[in-house]
């Protein structure tokens, strides 16, 4: 009916009392006009009936909220989606004529062997639509190969999709493999595979390994996995430099077994990011040199993290503590033990101890023993903390700490109270609370008892309680281990003695509970020292020659409150070029900006943040373009990756020089996969400005013509 499938009203009450209201609306308007004064003609009255009648129709109407659906069919005619490698990696010289092949299957398109309706784009490091008659135009020339972002670019489109097509080398350089997002869609997809699939006599730097923390002036092993196919016997030389100062050269001879390990020892002499580069000697006869080079950079601290122990009165706990941290080659252990006023077991400066403290471990700290000006030291030094309360605390100078505490002590007692921790499942994730059991919080929750000091303590409302006591089994809501983060001060805090416990049983199971607690503790703690108001980092450290650079920022106030209105900008400096950016606002304290580089090099950059005049911070970082071309890194065709991709999603696998018939089933595809969509297209009459101008209109006749029959 008039093009549409169906067409209906519904109102929002019952259609019988509607149908009633119309009665007797009807009835009141004749009974209104059955006498007038002064009397009118029979015609008039009718009118006038008429238009009473009809315009009270239509107030009761539009009180009844009228609704009318349209409902219309339409087709949706299918289309093929053609995406072509435009990356450089097209052009690699493997004997199969990459870049001819893909031409002739561009070729084929333009000659019409694939439906007008069809998509075709291309797709490297973005996917971008081509237009048929700029097909020619295409050159090969994208810097990476992002698969993933095909099928993000196909859930975005409302189309009818019959299928999709690729043509490529099946190489990821950037992104995801998207075999999994490609069989959700639900949409046959056929790989063309371009170039050989076999592997070629090469030799390449598949991987480096190396410590996560690495610490000026003490040396690391750094690990650089050799892969080999053709070569074996040969002998070659394997390089590590520090930018370009060689910092370690070897010679080795390529194993039989086609992958080898090979270990460097670097000593940086400085903190900082530093770029490395391990490279290999090129053998004759190698099908490429592209990957006979890793550039990677690592983070070196300028010395390892000083951690002290400052205890009120020699304990278990102080002792089993220091046995643990010391067992941690990333840690510098000192200790200050007081067993009398003033005086400490230890001969060193407490003094000198305590400012050279980067995270400080308390345990029944402050003692009555430890002078007050050793406490203000401690406090002026503002270091994140580990907090272990046990009778030795003097309450009275516990109370210069009182700021900086997790918990507060609403009433002292005496005695103990032994007590287990009692962990809920929703702290399963906590990082401080991670072990090698395969239920790491029933782990925690069957550890001995340790003893708590009969005080009502209470968490401050900023903190974080992630474990609770249980006494006897009996769960209660006092809190056992509390953290708390404001800023870049961070604590952590255990309110129980006798912790040693948990070490001994764990260490009987094999179960590294307590050491792990204890070293994520460690790690949380100083996690706070990589708190900025302002960061700024680079999607990544490696980038091709034209490919854009993307900066992301981020910036926060004083309380680590996001700053959606600073003025951030990027100097960015190397190969002998400078260039300024204004990095963008998104909101909510985000910022971004692009830079193309075209010129190889090492190129380093330095961000600042304004609000107004004040200048809330600074970062800085490195990056490198175009020293490894990623695109000629790896020569082989991936028929694994293609062949799952096809046969995942329902479609085939082509190769290169067969791929003729896949035209023919694209077509076909298209001729069955025709698509009925019913588009609903409702209206609200009720309010509807043509229906109430309408109404009005009606009732303004009735009144003329009354006016002009002399009626009231």
């Known amino acids: 009916m008039f093009g549409y499938e169906k067409i209906s009203l519904t109102f929002s009450f019952n259609y019988l009392y509607l ?7 009807i009835l009141y308007s004749v009974y209104t006009y059955r006498y007038t004064i002064p009397f009118v003609n029979p015609a008039r009255k009718n009118i006038l009936t008429a238009l009473r009648a009809l315009g009270l129709l239509f107030v009761i109407f539009i009180i009844f909220e009228p609704k009318l659906s349209l409902a219309k069919k339409i087709v949706i005619k299918p289309k093929t989606l053609v995406f072509i490698d435009n990356s450089r990696s097209i052009r690699i010289n493997d004997g199969t004529n990459r870049e001819e092949h893909v031409k002739n299957f561009i070729q084929d398109i333009s000659k019409g062997k694939l439906e007008e309706t069809s998509g075709i784009f291309t797709f490297g490091s973005k996917v971008k639509e081509v237009k048929r008659d700029s097909l020619s135009k295409i050159n090969f020339s994208e810097v990476s190969t992002n698969f993933s972002n095909i099928f993000s670019s196909i859930k975005k489109d409302e189309q009818n999709i019959s299928a999709v097509a690729i043509i490529s080398d099946g190489v990821i350089t950037e992104g995801t493999n998207p075999v999994f997002t490609a069989e959700k869609l639900g949409i046959p997809v056929f790989t063309v595979g371009i170039g050989d699939s076999s592997s070629k006599n090469d030799v390449e730097i598949k991987n480096v390994l190396f410590n996560e923390y690495i610490y000026a002036g003490t040396p690391t092993s750094i690990s650089v996995s050799i892969a080999n196919k053709g070569f074996a016997g040969k002998n070659t030389n394997i390089s590590l430099y520090e ?17 080898q390990n090979e270990e460097f020892t670097y000593t940086p002499k400085d903190g900082g990011e530093k770029k490395l580069t391990a490279v290999i000697s090129p053998l004759p006869g190698e099908f490429t040199t592209a990957n006979n080079k890793k550039v990677f950079y690592v983070n070196v601290l300028n010395n390892k993290l000083k951690v002290v122990i400052l205890s009120g ?23 200050l033990t007081y067993y009398a006023a003033g005086k400490t077991v230890e001969k060193n400066s407490p003094q000198i101890t305590i400012d050279s403290a980067d995270i400080f471990f308390m ?16 406090l002026a ?4 903390f580990f907090f272990v309360m046990t009778d030795a605390v003097d309450l009275n100078k516990l109370k210069y700490f009182k700021s900086d505490l997790a918990f507060t002590i609403n009433r002292s007692g005496q005695g103990y109270t032994e007590v287990q921790p009692n962990i809920s499942i929703n702290q399963s994730k906590n990082p401080l609370l991670q072990n090698n059991s395969t239920d790491n919080i029933s782990a925690w929750n ?17 903190a974080e309680v992630i474990a609770r006591v249980k006494a006897n089994n009996i769960p209660l809501n006092t809190p056992l281990i509390i953290t708390k983060r404001i800023g870049n001060k961070r604590s952590v805090t255990v309110l129980a003695k006798d912790i040693w416990r948990w070490k001994l049983q764990t260490a009987e199971k094999d179960l590294d509970l307590f050491d792990r607690f204890i070293g994520n503790s460690v790690k949380w703690l100083n996690s706070s020292d990589e708190e900025k108001q302002v960061r700024i980092k680079t999607s990544k450290k490696i980038y091709a020659p034209g490919e854009e650079i993307e900066f992301a920022g981020e910036v926060y106030d004083e309380l680590f409150n996001p700053v959606s209105d600073a003025d951030v900008t990027v100097n960015v400096s190397g190969s002998e ?16 900006g692009k830079f193309e580089g075209n010129k190889p090099g090492d190129y380093s950059f330095s961000g600042t943040a304004f609000e107004g005049q004040k200048k809330l911070g600074n970062d800085a970082g490195k990056f490198n373009i175009g020293e490894v071309d990623i695109e000629m890194i790896d020569p082989k065709m991936n028929y694994e990756f293609l062949s799952s991709l096809a046969n995942q999603t329902g479609g085939k696998f082509f190769n290169y020089d067969n791929y003729v018939q896949l035209f023919e089933i694209l077509n076909k595809l298209n001729d069955v996969s025709a698509k009925e969509k019913i588009n609903v297209n409702e209206v609200n ?15 303004s006749i009735e009144w003329f013509i009354r006016k002009r029959s002399g009626m009231l």
């Open 363 to 378: 345990v029944g700290f402050p003692s009555k023993e430890v002078p007050d000006d050793i406490i203000k030291r401690v």
């Open 577 to 592: 070029q400078k260039n300024e950016i204004k990095l963008t606002a998104l909101g909510n304290g985000l910022y971004e």
């Open 381 to 384: 030094k503002n270091k994140p």
């Open 446 to 462: 069957n550890l001995p008892p340790v003893l708590q000091i009969n005080s009502e303590y209470m968490a401050k409302p900023e």
């Open 313 to 335: 009165a020699p304990s278990p706990d102080m002792t089993i503590l220091k046995t643990v941290l010391s067992s941690d080659e990333n840690l510098k252990v000192s200790s």
């Open 243 to 259: 930018n370009d100062k060689a910092v370690e050269q070897k010679s080795i001879t390529l194993n039989a077994e086609g992958i």
């Open 685 to 699: 009459l009720w309010s509807d400005e043509w229906l109430l101008g309408l109404t009005i209109f009606i009732f």
């Open 19 to 25: 149908i009633l209201a119309l009665i007797l609306l």
